[in-house]
Nanobody, 122 residues
Framework: QVQLVESGGGLVQAGGSLRLSCAVS????????MGWFRQAPGKEREFVAA????????YYADSVKGRFTISRDNAKKTVYLQMSSLKPEDTAVYYC???????????????WGQGTQVTVSS
């Protein structure tokens, strides 16, 4: 059974930074493409970032490009989302997701975490 556990969320002022982590247990982590999605109140879940299983390619939503960085450490079975220059509109529950095969910018992922709240105050 695969489990994803996010951590690192919290309250931060606009312009600040946070780093989210997603620890993966279960089947070989290194074979998974990983993604981050977020969902704000009253809105649909949206793509934030994704990374291939090698870490060689990354993908970002236009709204976070240049401010967020996705990375992974296969030895630690962890994927990260470094968030900088945070804005109030980044406020959402952030979810980590994993899938076998290619990285996707749509929520077609096999495994999901429970989410971690990120709140950016103005």
């Amino acid at each position: 059974q695969v489990q994803l556990v996010e951590s690192g969320g919290g309250l931060v002022q606009a312009g600040g930074s946070l780093r989210l982590s997603c620890a993966v247990s279960g089947r070989p982590f290194s074979s998974y493409a990983m993604g981050w999605f977020r969902q704000a109140p009253g809105k649909e879940r949206e793509f934030v970032a994704a990374i291939t299983w090698t870490g060689g390619s990354t993908y970002y939503a236009d709204s976070v490009k240049g401010r967020f960085t996705i990375s992974r450490d296969n030895a630690k079975k962890t994927v990260y989302l470094q968030m900088s220059s945070l804005k109030p509109e980044d406020t959402a529950v952030y979810y980590c997701a994993g899938r076998t095969g290619i990285a996707k910018t749509t929520p077609e992922y096999d495994y999901w975490g429970q989410g971690t709240q990120v709140t950016v105050s103005s």
